[in-house]
Protein backbone atom coordinates (compact mmCIF):
# COMPACT_ATOMS: atom_id res chain seq x y z
CA UNK A 1 0.00 0.00 0.00
CA UNK A 2 1.56 3.56 -0.87
CA UNK A 3 2.40 5.49 1.73
CA UNK A 4 0.92 8.96 -0.10
CA UNK A 5 -1.80 9.88 0.88
CA UNK A 6 -4.57 11.18 -1.34
CA UNK A 7 -5.16 15.21 -0.93
CA UNK A 8 -8.03 15.70 1.76
CA UNK A 9 -10.81 18.28 1.54
CA UNK A 10 -11.12 20.63 3.91
CA UNK A 11 -11.21 19.39 7.00
CA UNK A 12 -13.08 21.90 9.09
CA UNK A 13 -16.31 24.25 7.39
CA UNK A 14 -17.86 24.72 11.63
CA UNK A 15 -20.08 21.77 11.42
CA UNK A 16 -19.50 21.06 15.21
CA UNK A 17 -17.91 24.48 15.79
CA UNK A 18 -20.04 27.06 14.00
CA UNK A 19 -18.37 30.16 15.71
CA UNK A 20 -14.53 29.17 15.23
CA UNK A 21 -14.64 28.13 11.51
CA UNK A 22 -12.51 31.10 9.91
CA UNK A 23 -11.40 31.70 6.30
CA UNK A 24 -8.33 33.74 7.51
CA UNK A 25 -6.81 30.51 9.38
CA UNK A 26 -7.85 27.71 7.14
CA UNK A 27 -5.43 25.52 5.40
CA UNK A 28 -5.72 27.06 2.55
CA UNK A 29 -4.39 30.56 4.13
CA UNK A 30 -1.55 28.65 5.79
CA UNK A 31 -0.73 27.43 2.80
CA UNK A 32 -0.92 30.99 0.45
CA UNK A 33 1.10 32.68 3.49
CA UNK A 34 4.20 29.84 2.91
CA UNK A 35 4.21 30.64 -0.92
CA UNK A 36 3.78 34.73 0.05
CA UNK A 37 6.76 33.84 2.28
CA UNK A 38 9.28 31.87 0.17
CA UNK A 39 8.48 34.81 -2.90
CA UNK A 40 9.24 37.63 -0.31
CA UNK A 41 12.93 35.79 0.27
CA UNK A 42 13.41 36.09 -3.27
CA UNK A 43 12.22 39.38 -3.49
CA UNK A 44 14.60 39.93 -0.38
CA UNK A 45 17.70 38.62 -2.54
CA UNK A 46 16.54 40.75 -5.54
CA UNK A 47 16.33 44.17 -2.95
CA UNK A 48 19.97 43.63 -1.49
CA UNK A 49 21.43 42.96 -5.07
CA UNK A 50 22.25 39.17 -5.09
CA UNK A 51 19.53 37.93 -7.51
CA UNK A 52 18.42 39.00 -10.97
CA UNK A 53 15.72 41.45 -10.59
CA UNK A 54 13.93 39.00 -13.06
CA UNK A 55 13.81 36.00 -10.81
CA UNK A 56 10.18 37.61 -9.20
CA UNK A 57 8.55 37.62 -12.73
CA UNK A 58 9.64 34.10 -13.47
CA UNK A 59 8.23 32.77 -10.22
CA UNK A 60 5.06 34.47 -10.81
CA UNK A 61 4.56 33.20 -13.95
CA UNK A 62 5.62 29.37 -13.46
CA UNK A 63 3.51 29.22 -10.26
CA UNK A 64 0.64 30.55 -12.02
CA UNK A 65 0.60 27.24 -14.10
CA UNK A 66 1.18 25.15 -11.08
CA UNK A 67 -1.24 26.78 -8.42
CA UNK A 68 -3.23 23.43 -7.70
CA UNK A 69 0.33 21.83 -6.97
CA UNK A 70 1.05 24.17 -3.59
CA UNK A 71 -2.80 23.40 -2.80
CA UNK A 72 -3.36 22.78 1.30
CA UNK A 73 -4.99 19.12 0.33
CA UNK A 74 -1.76 18.52 -1.91
CA UNK A 75 1.12 19.53 0.79
CA UNK A 76 -0.70 18.11 3.61
CA UNK A 77 -0.72 14.87 1.75
CA UNK A 78 2.71 15.24 1.72
CA UNK A 79 3.84 16.79 4.82
CA UNK A 80 4.04 13.89 6.85
CA UNK A 81 7.25 12.91 5.44
CA UNK A 82 8.93 15.56 6.71
CA UNK A 83 7.39 16.61 9.42
CA UNK A 84 6.15 20.24 7.99
CA UNK A 85 4.47 21.59 4.59
CA UNK A 86 7.67 23.16 3.56
CA UNK A 87 9.59 20.64 2.71
CA UNK A 88 7.38 19.46 -0.18
CA UNK A 89 6.05 22.74 -0.71
CA UNK A 90 9.84 23.90 -1.97
CA UNK A 91 9.70 20.80 -3.92
CA UNK A 92 6.71 21.73 -5.78
CA UNK A 93 8.14 25.09 -6.34
CA UNK A 94 11.44 24.05 -7.52
CA UNK A 95 9.98 22.05 -9.96
CA UNK A 96 7.60 24.71 -11.11
CA UNK A 97 10.75 26.88 -11.94
CA UNK A 98 12.72 24.42 -13.08
CA UNK A 99 15.39 25.88 -15.44
CA UNK A 100 14.88 29.41 -14.68
CA UNK A 101 17.53 31.80 -12.45
CA UNK A 102 14.30 31.92 -10.26
CA UNK A 103 15.28 28.44 -9.13
CA UNK A 104 18.61 29.00 -7.88
CA UNK A 105 17.48 31.59 -5.23
CA UNK A 106 14.41 29.94 -4.68
CA UNK A 107 14.70 28.94 -0.56
CA UNK A 108 18.22 29.75 -0.87
CA UNK A 109 19.87 29.47 2.93
CA UNK A 110 16.48 29.28 4.63
CA UNK A 111 15.30 26.56 6.77
CA UNK A 112 11.79 25.28 7.16
CA UNK A 113 11.09 26.99 10.39
CA UNK A 114 11.78 30.05 8.94
CA UNK A 115 9.56 30.25 6.65
CA UNK A 116 6.61 28.21 8.29
CA UNK A 117 6.82 30.63 11.31
CA UNK A 118 7.23 33.42 9.06
CA UNK A 119 3.58 32.15 7.07
CA UNK A 120 2.18 31.45 10.71
CA UNK A 121 3.00 35.03 11.82
CA UNK A 122 1.30 36.44 8.60
CA UNK A 123 -1.74 34.50 9.15
CA UNK A 124 -1.85 35.91 12.43
CA UNK A 125 -1.45 39.45 11.75
CA UNK A 126 -4.46 38.92 9.54
CA UNK A 127 -6.53 37.42 12.19
CA UNK A 128 -5.30 39.84 14.21
CA UNK A 129 -6.73 42.89 11.75
CA UNK A 130 -9.65 40.44 11.27
CA UNK A 131 -10.59 40.24 15.17
CA UNK A 132 -9.72 44.01 15.83
CA UNK A 133 -12.44 44.86 13.08
CA UNK A 134 -14.83 42.76 15.18
CA UNK A 135 -14.19 44.39 18.35
CA UNK A 136 -14.32 47.70 17.21
CA UNK A 137 -18.12 46.81 16.47
CA UNK A 138 -18.42 45.30 20.03
CA UNK A 139 -17.38 48.65 21.17
CA UNK A 140 -19.41 50.93 19.74
CA UNK A 141 -22.18 48.83 20.91
CA UNK A 142 -21.55 48.10 24.19
CA UNK A 143 -20.74 51.62 24.57
CA UNK A 144 -23.82 53.02 23.30
CA UNK A 145 -25.52 50.63 25.73
CA UNK A 146 -23.94 51.63 28.55
CA UNK A 147 -24.86 54.99 27.84
CA UNK A 148 -28.26 54.30 27.31
CA UNK A 149 -28.50 52.37 30.48
CA UNK A 150 -26.55 54.02 32.67
CA UNK A 151 -29.05 55.03 35.38
CA UNK A 152 -31.18 52.10 35.05
CA UNK A 153 -31.11 50.82 38.77
CA UNK A 154 -31.10 46.81 38.28
CA UNK A 155 -30.32 43.94 40.50
CA UNK A 156 -26.69 43.19 41.35
CA UNK A 157 -25.96 39.99 41.73
CA UNK A 158 -23.08 38.35 44.41
CA UNK A 159 -22.43 34.78 45.20
CA UNK A 160 -25.65 34.17 43.44
CA UNK A 161 -28.18 36.35 45.18
CA UNK A 162 -29.34 40.01 45.10
CA UNK A 163 -26.88 41.97 46.78
CA UNK A 164 -27.21 46.15 46.62
CA UNK A 165 -28.32 47.61 43.42
CA UNK A 166 -26.30 48.57 40.83
CA UNK A 167 -26.82 50.19 36.91
CA UNK A 168 -27.32 48.21 34.11
CA UNK A 169 -24.91 50.67 32.22
CA UNK A 170 -22.45 50.19 35.26
CA UNK A 171 -22.39 46.21 35.02
CA UNK A 172 -21.58 46.43 31.63
CA UNK A 173 -19.43 49.01 31.58
CA UNK A 174 -16.72 46.74 33.14
CA UNK A 175 -17.45 44.05 30.42
CA UNK A 176 -16.83 46.96 28.20
CA UNK A 177 -13.49 48.34 29.81
CA UNK A 178 -12.32 45.05 30.17
CA UNK A 179 -12.91 44.19 26.26
CA UNK A 180 -11.14 47.92 25.53
CA UNK A 181 -8.00 46.89 27.40
CA UNK A 182 -7.88 43.30 25.92
CA UNK A 183 -8.19 44.67 22.52
CA UNK A 184 -5.44 47.42 23.11
CA UNK A 185 -2.92 44.45 24.47
CA UNK A 186 -4.05 42.33 20.74
CA UNK A 187 -3.02 45.02 20.01
CA UNK A 188 0.27 46.12 21.18
CA UNK A 189 1.29 42.03 20.07
CA UNK A 190 0.33 42.37 16.81
CA UNK A 191 2.74 45.17 16.27
CA UNK A 192 5.30 43.40 17.52
CA UNK A 193 5.25 40.28 15.19
CA UNK A 194 8.46 39.73 13.54
CA UNK A 195 9.78 37.71 10.71
CA UNK A 196 12.04 34.32 10.52
CA UNK A 197 15.20 34.25 9.53
CA UNK A 198 17.86 32.38 11.04
CA UNK A 199 19.60 29.75 8.74
CA UNK A 200 19.40 26.12 10.40
CA UNK A 201 20.94 26.96 13.29
CA UNK A 202 19.70 30.71 13.55
CA UNK A 203 22.84 31.77 13.25
CA UNK A 204 22.60 33.49 9.74
CA UNK A 205 25.50 31.33 8.44
CA UNK A 206 24.09 30.49 5.33
CA UNK A 207 23.01 33.80 4.33
CA UNK A 208 26.68 35.04 5.77
CA UNK A 209 28.15 32.74 3.00
CA UNK A 210 25.53 33.92 0.14
CA UNK A 211 26.03 37.91 0.89
CA UNK A 212 28.40 38.67 3.53
CA UNK A 213 27.83 39.57 7.23
CA UNK A 214 26.47 42.99 6.14
CA UNK A 215 24.25 41.25 3.17
CA UNK A 216 23.12 38.75 5.74
CA UNK A 217 21.61 41.79 7.97
CA UNK A 218 20.37 43.36 4.69
CA UNK A 219 19.09 40.23 3.69
CA UNK A 220 17.12 39.90 6.94
CA UNK A 221 15.68 43.62 6.95
CA UNK A 222 14.24 43.32 3.43
CA UNK A 223 12.73 40.09 3.83
CA UNK A 224 10.76 41.70 7.14
CA UNK A 225 10.12 44.81 4.95
CA UNK A 226 8.55 42.63 2.25
CA UNK A 227 6.31 41.37 4.44
CA UNK A 228 5.15 43.96 7.16
CA UNK A 229 6.83 42.47 9.71
CA UNK A 230 9.46 43.75 12.23
CA UNK A 231 13.62 42.53 11.69
CA UNK A 232 14.20 40.86 14.85
CA UNK A 233 17.52 38.20 15.98
CA UNK A 234 16.59 34.62 15.17
CA UNK A 235 13.62 33.16 17.70
CA UNK A 236 13.46 29.63 16.51
CA UNK A 237 13.58 28.53 19.99
CA UNK A 238 12.57 32.19 22.50
CA UNK A 239 8.77 31.26 20.82
CA UNK A 240 7.75 35.09 23.01
CA UNK A 241 5.96 36.19 19.85
CA UNK A 242 3.79 33.37 19.57
CA UNK A 243 3.42 33.33 23.53
CA UNK A 244 1.90 37.41 23.42
CA UNK A 245 -0.10 36.94 20.78
CA UNK A 246 -1.99 33.82 22.42
CA UNK A 247 -2.43 35.36 25.80
CA UNK A 248 -3.54 38.49 24.56
CA UNK A 249 -5.81 36.53 22.22
CA UNK A 250 -6.74 34.46 25.42
CA UNK A 251 -7.23 37.39 27.35
CA UNK A 252 -9.84 39.00 24.62
CA UNK A 253 -11.58 35.85 24.61
CA UNK A 254 -12.50 35.82 28.79
CA UNK A 255 -13.22 39.45 28.10
CA UNK A 256 -16.04 38.52 25.51
CA UNK A 257 -17.09 35.07 27.57
CA UNK A 258 -17.79 37.14 30.91
CA UNK A 259 -19.81 39.94 28.70
CA UNK A 260 -21.54 36.69 27.07
CA UNK A 261 -21.95 35.33 30.30
CA UNK A 262 -23.71 37.73 31.85
CA UNK A 263 -26.07 37.83 28.79
CA UNK A 264 -26.89 34.74 28.91
CA UNK A 265 -28.00 34.83 33.23
CA UNK A 266 -29.85 38.35 31.93
CA UNK A 267 -32.11 35.62 28.96
CA UNK A 268 -32.83 33.08 31.25
CA UNK A 269 -36.56 32.58 31.26
CA UNK A 270 -36.94 33.60 35.05
CA UNK A 271 -35.40 36.92 34.16
CA UNK A 272 -35.87 37.90 31.36
CA UNK A 273 -34.01 41.17 31.43
CA UNK A 274 -32.13 40.53 28.39
CA UNK A 275 -32.71 39.19 25.00
CA UNK A 276 -30.66 38.54 21.43
CA UNK A 277 -31.58 40.00 18.46
CA UNK A 278 -33.28 36.89 17.13
CA UNK A 279 -32.65 34.10 19.36
CA UNK A 280 -32.16 30.15 18.21
CA UNK A 281 -34.76 27.81 18.34
CA UNK A 282 -34.87 23.91 19.90
CA UNK A 283 -35.72 21.17 18.16
CA UNK A 284 -37.87 19.67 20.84
CA UNK A 285 -39.36 22.85 22.16
CA UNK A 286 -40.45 25.76 19.92
CA UNK A 287 -41.44 27.71 22.46
CA UNK A 288 -37.87 28.66 23.12
CA UNK A 289 -35.61 31.40 22.15
CA UNK A 290 -32.48 30.46 23.07
CA UNK A 291 -29.23 32.92 23.70
CA UNK A 292 -27.39 31.27 21.06
CA UNK A 293 -24.88 34.13 19.64
CA UNK A 294 -23.73 34.21 24.13
CA UNK A 295 -23.63 30.17 24.36
CA UNK A 296 -20.86 30.30 21.41
CA UNK A 297 -19.07 32.97 22.49
CA UNK A 298 -19.07 31.07 26.27
CA UNK A 299 -17.85 28.45 24.49
CA UNK A 300 -15.37 30.03 22.89
CA UNK A 301 -14.22 30.85 26.39
CA UNK A 302 -14.02 27.68 27.93
CA UNK A 303 -12.07 26.26 24.74
CA UNK A 304 -9.56 29.22 24.67
CA UNK A 305 -7.50 27.97 28.22
CA UNK A 306 -6.36 24.37 27.26
CA UNK A 307 -5.53 26.12 23.99
CA UNK A 308 -2.87 28.27 25.58
CA UNK A 309 -1.55 26.19 28.02
CA UNK A 310 -0.69 24.06 25.28
CA UNK A 311 1.22 27.01 23.37
CA UNK A 312 3.04 27.91 26.87
CA UNK A 313 4.01 24.30 27.15
CA UNK A 314 5.70 24.47 24.00
CA UNK A 315 7.67 27.35 24.27
CA UNK A 316 9.22 26.33 28.02
CA UNK A 317 9.85 22.88 26.20
CA UNK A 318 11.82 25.02 23.28
CA UNK A 319 14.93 23.34 23.51
CA UNK A 320 18.60 23.74 21.88
CA UNK A 321 18.34 25.99 18.34
CA UNK A 322 15.10 23.38 17.26
CA UNK A 323 12.98 22.16 19.22
CA UNK A 324 12.09 18.00 19.19
CA UNK A 325 7.75 18.45 18.89
CA UNK A 326 7.19 21.61 21.22
CA UNK A 327 7.32 23.23 17.58
CA UNK A 328 5.59 20.97 16.30
CA UNK A 329 3.00 21.00 19.22
CA UNK A 330 2.44 24.90 19.21
CA UNK A 331 1.53 25.73 15.65
CA UNK A 332 -2.03 23.51 15.52
CA UNK A 333 -2.84 24.97 18.94
CA UNK A 334 -1.70 28.19 18.13
CA UNK A 335 -3.66 28.37 14.73
CA UNK A 336 -6.91 26.83 16.78
CA UNK A 337 -6.46 29.68 19.38
CA UNK A 338 -6.68 32.23 16.64
CA UNK A 339 -10.17 30.49 15.33
CA UNK A 340 -11.69 30.39 18.65
CA UNK A 341 -10.12 34.04 19.03
CA UNK A 342 -12.33 35.30 15.77
CA UNK A 343 -15.08 33.30 16.18
CA UNK A 344 -15.79 35.16 19.73
CA UNK A 345 -14.90 38.33 18.22
CA UNK A 346 -17.55 37.74 15.40
CA UNK A 347 -20.05 36.33 17.68
CA UNK A 348 -19.85 38.89 20.24
CA UNK A 349 -20.23 41.97 17.78
CA UNK A 350 -23.25 40.21 16.80
CA UNK A 351 -24.60 39.88 20.34
CA UNK A 352 -23.62 43.45 21.70
CA UNK A 353 -24.83 45.33 18.23
CA UNK A 354 -28.72 43.27 18.79
CA UNK A 355 -28.81 43.19 22.41
CA UNK A 356 -32.49 43.82 23.55
CA UNK A 357 -33.39 45.09 27.19
CA UNK A 358 -36.93 44.70 29.06
CA UNK A 359 -36.75 47.43 31.34
CA UNK A 360 -39.73 46.34 32.92
CA UNK A 361 -38.13 43.39 33.69
CA UNK A 362 -35.33 44.78 35.19
CA UNK A 363 -37.26 46.62 37.30
CA UNK A 364 -39.62 43.80 38.93
CA UNK A 365 -36.33 41.66 39.36
CA UNK A 366 -35.15 44.43 41.47
CA UNK A 367 -38.34 44.68 43.55
CA UNK A 368 -38.40 40.88 44.33
CA UNK A 369 -35.38 42.23 47.16
CA UNK A 370 -37.31 45.67 47.80
CA UNK A 371 -36.29 47.46 50.12
CA UNK A 372 -33.93 44.15 51.81
CA UNK A 373 -31.58 45.27 49.25
CA UNK A 374 -30.26 48.13 50.57
CA UNK A 375 -29.85 46.63 54.11
CA UNK A 376 -26.29 47.83 54.10
CA UNK A 377 -27.95 51.53 53.75
CA UNK A 378 -30.08 50.57 56.54
CA UNK A 379 -26.98 49.62 58.62
CA UNK A 380 -24.56 52.64 57.75
CA UNK A 381 -27.64 55.34 58.33
CA UNK A 382 -29.60 54.54 61.28
CA UNK A 383 -26.80 52.16 62.83
CA UNK A 384 -25.25 55.46 64.68
CA UNK A 385 -28.75 55.84 66.00
CA UNK A 386 -30.34 52.87 66.89
CA UNK A 387 -27.35 50.56 67.02
CA UNK A 388 -26.50 47.62 64.64
CA UNK A 389 -27.85 45.36 66.56
CA UNK A 390 -31.66 46.77 66.44
CA UNK A 391 -31.07 47.35 62.33
CA UNK A 392 -29.92 43.65 62.36
CA UNK A 393 -33.17 42.66 64.32
CA UNK A 394 -35.52 45.02 62.23
CA UNK A 395 -34.10 43.78 58.64
CA UNK A 396 -34.86 40.19 60.30
CA UNK A 397 -38.10 40.92 60.95
CA UNK A 398 -38.55 42.39 57.62
CA UNK A 399 -37.69 38.99 56.12
CA UNK A 400 -40.22 37.60 58.08
CA UNK A 401 -42.28 39.09 55.89
CA UNK A 402 -43.42 42.19 57.90
CA UNK A 403 -43.32 45.77 55.92
CA UNK A 404 -40.17 47.17 56.46
CA UNK A 405 -41.06 50.52 56.31
CA UNK A 406 -43.83 50.60 59.30
CA UNK A 407 -41.59 49.25 60.67
CA UNK A 408 -39.21 52.31 60.92
CA UNK A 409 -41.98 54.58 60.98
CA UNK A 410 -42.56 53.03 64.45
CA UNK A 411 -39.57 52.90 65.94
CA UNK A 412 -39.20 55.76 67.82
CA UNK A 413 -35.38 56.54 67.15
CA UNK A 414 -36.07 57.04 63.34
CA UNK A 415 -36.40 60.44 62.99
CA UNK A 416 -38.01 60.50 59.32
CA UNK A 417 -40.86 61.15 58.03
CA UNK A 418 -42.81 58.76 55.59
CA UNK A 419 -41.51 60.74 52.16
CA UNK A 420 -37.76 59.93 53.99
CA UNK A 421 -38.50 56.52 54.76
CA UNK A 422 -39.28 55.89 51.19
CA UNK A 423 -35.97 57.92 49.66
CA UNK A 424 -34.16 55.84 52.27
CA UNK A 425 -35.85 52.34 51.07
CA UNK A 426 -35.59 52.85 47.25
CA UNK A 427 -32.97 50.91 45.60
CA UNK A 428 -32.77 53.65 43.05
CA UNK A 429 -31.28 56.08 45.41
CA UNK A 430 -28.60 53.69 46.23
CA UNK A 431 -26.74 53.33 43.65
CA UNK A 432 -23.49 54.84 44.50
CA UNK A 433 -21.14 55.81 41.93
CA UNK A 434 -22.42 53.22 39.35
CA UNK A 435 -23.82 56.02 37.02
CA UNK A 436 -20.00 57.22 37.06
CA UNK A 437 -18.44 54.05 36.72
CA UNK A 438 -20.42 53.50 33.31
CA UNK A 439 -19.68 57.40 32.25
CA UNK A 440 -16.07 56.02 32.76
CA UNK A 441 -16.31 53.15 30.83
CA UNK A 442 -17.52 54.52 27.45
CA UNK A 443 -14.59 57.49 27.98
CA UNK A 444 -12.09 54.74 28.09
CA UNK A 445 -13.63 52.66 25.30
CA UNK A 446 -13.05 56.10 23.41
CA UNK A 447 -9.32 56.91 24.30
CA UNK A 448 -7.79 55.31 21.85
CA UNK A 449 -7.97 56.47 18.19
CA UNK A 450 -10.80 54.47 16.34
CA UNK A 451 -12.67 53.68 19.72
CA UNK A 452 -15.83 54.24 20.26
CA UNK A 453 -16.97 57.81 21.06
CA UNK A 454 -18.01 58.35 24.69
CA UNK A 455 -20.37 60.84 23.20
CA UNK A 456 -22.82 58.31 21.87
CA UNK A 457 -26.13 59.69 21.27
CA UNK A 458 -28.19 57.84 23.14
CA UNK A 459 -25.41 59.79 26.12
CA UNK A 460 -25.91 62.77 24.25
CA UNK A 461 -29.72 62.67 25.03
CA UNK A 462 -29.85 61.16 28.14
CA UNK A 463 -30.66 63.90 30.64
CA UNK A 464 -28.51 64.89 33.58
CA UNK A 465 -27.99 62.78 36.87
CA UNK A 466 -26.22 62.82 39.59
CA UNK A 467 -23.92 60.01 40.45
CA UNK A 468 -27.27 57.88 42.65
CA UNK A 469 -28.84 58.53 39.42
CA UNK A 470 -31.16 60.99 41.03
CA UNK A 471 -32.51 64.38 38.98
CA UNK A 472 -30.31 66.87 39.82
CA UNK A 473 -33.68 69.26 39.68
CA UNK A 474 -34.64 67.44 42.84
CA UNK A 475 -31.37 67.23 44.95
CA UNK A 476 -29.02 69.56 45.06
CA UNK A 477 -25.29 68.05 44.73
CA UNK A 478 -22.13 68.78 46.85
CA UNK A 479 -19.16 69.90 45.18
CA UNK A 480 -16.73 66.65 45.25
CA UNK A 481 -13.59 65.34 43.64
CA UNK A 482 -14.62 62.72 41.05
CA UNK A 483 -12.59 59.16 42.15
CA UNK A 484 -14.68 56.61 39.35
Known amino acids: MSSEREPAPVFDVG ?3 PASADAAVSDEAIARALVQTERALLAAYVRIGCAPAGVLGEFDERLRRRMDAVSAPVLAAAAGHGGNPVIPLVGALREAVAGTAAAEWLHRGATSQDILDTAVVLQAARALAEADAALARVEAALAAFVARYRATPAAAHTLTQH ?21 ARMAEAGAALPAQLGGASGTLASFVEIAGADGAERLAEAFAAE ?12 RTPVLRVASAAAE ?30 SSAMPQKRNPVRAVLVRAAGQRMPGLVSTVH ?30 GAASGAAELAEGLRVDEDRVAANLAITGPLAVSERLMLVLGPQLGRGRVQELVDRAVGGEDLAALLAAEPGVRLDEAGIAALLDPAEYLGLAPRIADRAVRRAGEQPGRATASTPDAAAAPAEHADGRDPASTPEPPHEDHA
Open 15 to 17: LLS
Open 227 to 238: LGLRAAAPWHTS
Open 313 to 342: LAAAEATDERPDGAWHAELPAFREALRVLL
Open 252 to 281: TVAALAAFAGDVALGARTESGELAEASGGG
Open 163 to 183: SVPTTLGARYGRRLEAIADAR
